[in-house]
């Protein structure tokens, strides 16, 4: 299997299997699987019991089952390419069952009329007719047998070829090393990690299989709070800081034209209390979406400007750092602090104006992206470092702008709400305010839902809004078509729109342009030169824009709840009423209930909780974006016992070893280092 000369280790790339040529590559590298330990992490989202071969006459209606039967006839449906079904009519010795296949265009020559084949899914019987829908599937002879994983997949692989990889890897000696401490996993009773390993991939039985996901659950939230103790950009209770206090709030308090909202109040009075303080700020404020984070941030920018001391604002996007830099310019410059915007894209006049200010302290305030974190940047006299929507930031980068100062107050912001149960788990020492209040007279926007059949009606709710002068967005969950999963892509949207309606000014936005065209695209839409945009999720945090007030939401069920408020955030920014129109392509009780919980409330807190509930906390908040370990296996919520004693675990072990030195942590020390160089380039 081995390609000819190569000596394989955990470390070597995956081109160096064998039958991963550059395609293969590219696809396995779409999921962030790179090297050959990598595969070994890669788990498997559900398994296919093949262990028990049923008769289509045993079936029952709503059943998982696996069925070996011939293929009597194979039709085509309706349609063109991709997207034509394909029906086969397939008997065993006991009946017939028909298989369904959607978007099944180019699978048209996979199966062959008289030939055998073994069939796993999901069992209908409409009146004694009994049908499946695309199943997987394979050549009675190549059938597998045994509890075989199903895994996340990208376009261009297929299950069989996952299977074989992480069958191949396992078949090298020392790939797999223990990295937890003998005396830990004596004290918890875990297996070992080769054990645990093996046994999530391709388990033998149920307790094997549970007792391997166990270990591995300890193991992630073991990482997890272990990482948390020491990653870098932790600053750490106790760091010795100025004590700031001048009184520039209130003054800049004074000048707003509006009464802030308790919430608002109550963060303010945190941040300033921090900053009188002699121990360096380090905290969070969330708020939702229209909340007043700005003025929060404002005010404590104006307390240390107040004192003589500069402040840094850095956005995650070039657009956003200029909306930011206008907003701070039209209200701080009034009272006499000066401005400047620092991005990748100034001219060298401007970079070079900026920059002197800066340095000489004639410049009070900084705004822009992770330009402000270039070498060039020097500030004269900085104490105060905000971040906004601090998760789109590495921690490498976070930490290199606190670094142009001795010990600056951290103020960092996020309009993606944080249940209390996973702001404790991902931020353990850091103070969190949250503005839960909205301003008052802020219009709701108004939220539905639609099935597939319904998708007419929500577009004419967009184009009677275009037609008023108003703009829209259409979000779809993928860049451009796939074999592999049913749903809209951004591509496909955009082409059907614009052959539709070729006169609405329409563009195209997604992860895979350069940062520059993504701009461009964003800086028209921002200045109405475009009436409808349509992206991917993209658009979640980036660009204020007023006069948008229809966002569509194609194929609901493939986001989660706190993406999709977010995304429902970028409307409703204006005067006039707005509208999030979610459409479900396939219908099932959690695309309905996420649906239902959406179109009720708009408290971005609410709907984090249930966010938690419905899915749990794996993907909610991006734990790869802060440059902490990813949880795949692991919810510290439902594992809220598991993750305290894991948590223990790990703080006695730093307690007795704090940078994991002795020998016998080598193991878990090179496992945590080697977490933070894949995502930042740093080590802990």
């Known amino acids: 299997m081995v390609k000819k000369n ?61 069925v070996r039967a011939r293929v009597l006839l194979v039709t085509q449906g309706r349609g063109f390419g991709r997207n034509r079904t394909l029906r086969l009519l397939t008997e065993d010795m006991s009946g017939r069952m028909e298989v369904l296949f959607f978007k099944a265009g180019y699978m048209s020559r996979a199966f062959r009329q008289g030939e055998e084949y073994s ?7 409409e009146n004694g007719r009994i049908l499946m829908f695309h199943p997987s599937f394979s050549p009675a002879a190549e059938g597998e047998e045994g509890i075989l994983p199903v895994y996340p997949l990208s376009r261009g692989l297929s299950q069989k070829d996952m299977r074989k990889l992480v069958r191949e890897v396992l078949s090298f000696p020392d790939v797999i090393e ?36 166990y270990r591995l659950v300890f193991e992630e939230l073991f990482d997890l709070r272990a990482a948390l103790m020491l990653s870098a950009d932790r600053f750490g209770a106790g760091r010795k800081g100025r004590s700031v206090s001048s009184g520039g709030a209130e ?19 945190e941040i300033l209390s921090d900053m009188k303080s002699d121990t360096a700020m380090n905290r969070l404020v969330q708020g939702d979406v229209g909340s007043g984070k700005t003025a929060v941030a404002e005010a404590a920018i104006s307390e240390a400007v107040g ?56 410049i009070n305030v900084a705004v822009g992206t992770h330009a402000l974190i270039s070498e060039s940047v020097r500030f004269k006299d900085l104490a105060l470092v905000i971040t906004d929507e601090q998760h789109r930031f590495g921690v490498n980068q976070r930490k290199k702008l606190s670094e142009k100062s001795d010990n600056p107050d951290v103020l960092v912001m996020t309009a993606t709400p944080i249940p209390r149960t996973l702001a404790v788990v991902l931020y353990g020492d850091l103070d969190v305010s949250v503005i839960d209040e909205l301003p008052a007279g802020r219009k709701p926007v108004k939220t539905l839902s639609f099935g597939e059949g319904e998708r007419g009606d929500a577009y004419k709710i967009l184009l009677s809004e275009v037609g008023e002068g ?205 977490i933070f160089v894949n995502i930042d380039g740093i080590t802990i």
Not at 119 to 125: A, C, D, S, T
């Open 6 to 66: 190569e000596i394989i280790s955990a470390s070597s790339p995956l081109s160096s299997l064998k039958g991963v040529g550059p395609k293969k590559a590219e696809a396995l590298s779409r999921l962030g699987l790179e090297r050959v330990s990598q595969i070994l992490s890669h788990f498997p989202r559900s398994y296919e019991d093949m262990r028990s071969l049923k008769s289509i006459s045993e079936l029952a209606d709503g059943e998982k089952a696996l």
């Open 119 to 125: 069939f796993f899914g999901k069992v209908k019987n």
């Open 178 to 213: 223990e990295q937890l401490p003998a005396e830990i996993i004596a004290k918890e009773k875990l297996c070992g990690r080769e054990y645990a390993i093996r046994n999530i991939h391709f388990p033998e039985d149920e307790d094997k299989y549970h007792e391997a996901r």
């Open 251 to 269: 003054r800049f308090i004074e000048t707003l034209s509006f009464e802030l909202t308790g919430a608002q109040k109550r963060a303010i009075s």
């Open 307 to 362: 004192a003589g001391l500069q402040a840094a604002f850095m956005a995650p996007t070039e657009i956003l750092a200029s909306q930011h830099f206008e907003s701070l310019s039209r209200d701080l410059e009034p009272l006499g602090m000066r401005t400047a915007l620092i991005t990748g894209s100034m001219n060298a006049s401007e970079r070079q104006a900026a920059l002197k200010g800066l340095s000489d302290g004639s």
């Open 470 to 674: 108003r703009q829209g967005y259409i979000v779809a969950p993928f860049i451009e078509d796939s074999e592999s999963v049913n749903g809209r892509s951004a591509e496909e949207l955009y082409q059907s729109f614009t052959d539709e309606h070729p006169d609405i000014s329409c563009a195209l936005l997604h992860g895979g342009m350069k940062q520059g065209e993504k701009d461009a695209v964003m800086r028209d839409y921002a200045e109405g030169k475009t009436s409808v945009l349509i992206s991917t999720v993209v658009i979640e945090v980036g660009i204020n824009v007023p006069n948008a007030s229809v966002m569509i939401i194609e194929n609901s069920e493939r986001f989660g709840l706190a993406q999709m408020h977010q995304l429902r955030g970028r409307v409703g920014r204006g005067a006039a009423q707005s509208w999030c129109l979610l459409i479900i392509g396939e219908e099932s009780e959690i695309a309905k209930s996420r649906a239902e919980i959406l179109c009720s409330t708009g408290d971005g807190f609410v709907i984090a909780e249930s966010d938690l509930e419905l899915r749990g906390p794996g993907e909610f908040f991006g734990f790869r974006q802060h440059g902490l370990p990813q949880l795949t296996l692991a919810d510290p919520v439902r594992h809220a016992g598991l993750a305290s004693k894991a948590g223990k675990a790990a703080e006695e072990l730093i307690k007795k070893d704090p940078s994991l030195s002795a020998p016998e942590n080598a193991g878990l020390r090179s496992r945590l280092d080697e």
